[in-house]
């Protein structure tokens, strides 16, 4: 029988319970879906994830890159579903992993943690170091120095209150957005060729002549396809923070979502046709390709835009990467000292020692080769869904069945269909990147073999906030 687990009211060898406490310490509920909302798109982060992620989509996909973003959209469909579903049975801070430990056993729980927490270690460090590329209309700064200083900064902003974090991201979002439609309208004003180009399927070769794209280099896109709106899961995350979870966590992952996707992908499709030509559009200078378009001072806001949103993302990583770090000590993940201090909260209410843990770390990420980054975090978010969705699964057996929750519709096909293409999307994935992400999670499970599934009592007990189970 599979060995699942149950809610656990409170702390059973008290590491992360303060004293005077009767259980583990719970965040504070404080924002709604138009707050969880700002969070989650700005974690989505829009526009960095078009100028730093898809330029590198261009370069191999070409003419497909907007074809593949639309596939990888609608897999996210199933996934979002998913992730609704199972949010709203255990609104917890631990997300994937509180999720997956409940339905699919605690090794499942376990192994699906230290993917995510691949995951959020290594984005924001991706991501933040693009600032360099779109500061250099002003200053000209080493990406890996401008990325460790963004880390940090958003490590700074990151202790302060989540009410607060929410409106700061909201007005960055909004810049994001502004540059984003930018670049779709000036695109689109200087279309090149016809629609018909989005499925022409083709890439400049290293002769500068038009090479096909083929099926299976679309498939291994897929991987960082998932990535480019992987963030929409931040709302699981927060949901032990949201206002009216059992509602207000399916709202919030369905329309960052689709948000998130147009907000991405019209500009994609704007790019493609606005390309001059098909070595323009491989070689992925976006900023080159909105001066052209319109003049120096253009280009330089939107370059402003983007780097704003390269800080806003960060920020907003940091808020997710440290409440998954804050939930795993408090479920006793970790032996007794370690699980004290990550649980520890600041003044204003944010598990502060568990952001810094995240965010230095993160710092020192920007020194790492991004290639190496780019492959171990789409091999890891492929695994992450595939681990989600045989839990959603399996989310309708026994007492669950009856719990007050959001249901997704064709259950249990999306789920059964979503395993298959994921799994078949992994086989596609380079064999270095399968190794380190392998590599890193079999050391994982030598961890849980010998430390955490010795200690079932005391250890690696997953809980959900007593009021989220009304």
């Not at 032996?335 to 710092?363: D, E, Y």
Request: proline residues 5%; contains cysteine.
């Amino acid at each position: 029988m599979t060995d699942t687990l149950r809610p656990v009211p409170a702390a059973v060898d008290g590491s992360a319970v303060p004293d005077g406490q009767d259980g583990p310490q719970k965040l504070k509920r404080s924002i709604g879906v138009v707050g969880g909302t700002l969070l989650t798109l700005s974690c989505v982060t829009p526009a960095s994830t078009l100028f730093v992620v898809v330029p590198d989509l261009f370069g191999s996909l070409g003419t497909a890159t907007a074809l593949t973003i639309a596939i990888g959209s609608l897999l996210c469909v199933a996934v979002a579903f998913c992730y609704s579903e199972l949010g709203t049975l255990i609104p917890s801070a631990g997300g994937e992993y509180a999720m997956v430990s409940t339905m699919a056993g605690r090794l499942a729980g376990w192994l699906v943690f230290v993917l995510s927490l691949l995951v959020v270690m290594i984005v924001p460090p991706v991501i933040a170091m693009g600032t360099a590329d779109y500061l250099a209309p002003i200053v000209h700064l080493d990406p890996s120095l401008a990325g460790a200083a963004v880390m940090l900064l958003a490590t700074f902003a990151g202790l302060l209150d989540l009410r607060a974090n929410a409106w700061i991201t909201g007005v960055f979002l909004v810049l994001e957005v502004i540059a984003a439609a930018v670049v779709a309208v000036l695109g689109f004003a200087h279309s090149e060729r016809g629609a018909g180009s989005l499925v022409s399927l083709e890439v400049a070769g290293t002769d500068g002549h038009a090479d096909t794209v083929t099926a299976m280099l679309i498939v291994s896109g897929l991987a960082i396809a998932l990535f480019v709106t992987q963030g929409f899961s931040t709302a699981v995350y927060l949901s032990e923070e949201l206002e009216n979870p059992r509602r207000n966590v399916a709202r919030t992952v369905l329309a960052t979502l689709a948000i998130s996707t147009v907000i991405i992908l019209v500009p994609v499709v704007g790019i493609t046709l606005g390309a001059s030509d098909l070595t323009e559009l491989t070689g992925g200078d976006i900023g080159a390709m909105v001066t052209a378009w319109s003049n120096s001072a253009v280009g330089t806001f939107v370059s402003l835009c983007v780097a704003l949103a390269i800080v806003n993302a960060g920020i907003v990583m940091v808020i997710q990467n440290s409440r998954v770090l804050f939930a795993s000590a408090r479920d006793k993940a970790w032996p007794r000292p370690v699980n004290a201090v990550f649980s520890k909260l600041g003044r204003f209410g944010s598990p502060w020692v568990a952001t810094l843990a995240v965010g230095v770390p993160g710092a020192l990420l920007c020194f790492v080769d991004l290639d190496t980054l780019y492959g171990v975090t789409g091999v890891s978010v492929t695994g992450m869904y595939l681990l989600v969705a045989i839990a959603a699964l399996l989310a309708r057996r026994g007492a669950h069945r009856h719990t007050h929750a959001w249901r997704m519709p064709l259950w249990p096909v999306v789920p059964a269909v979503l395993i298959a293409i994921l799994a078949y999307i992994l086989t596609q994935q380079e064999t270095v990147h399968l190794l380190w992400t392998g590599g890193i999670t079999a050391a994982a499970t030598l961890y849980w073999a010998f430390y955490l599934r010795p200690r079932p009592g005391t250890r690696w007990l997953v809980s959900i906030p007593e009021d989220a189970r009304d």
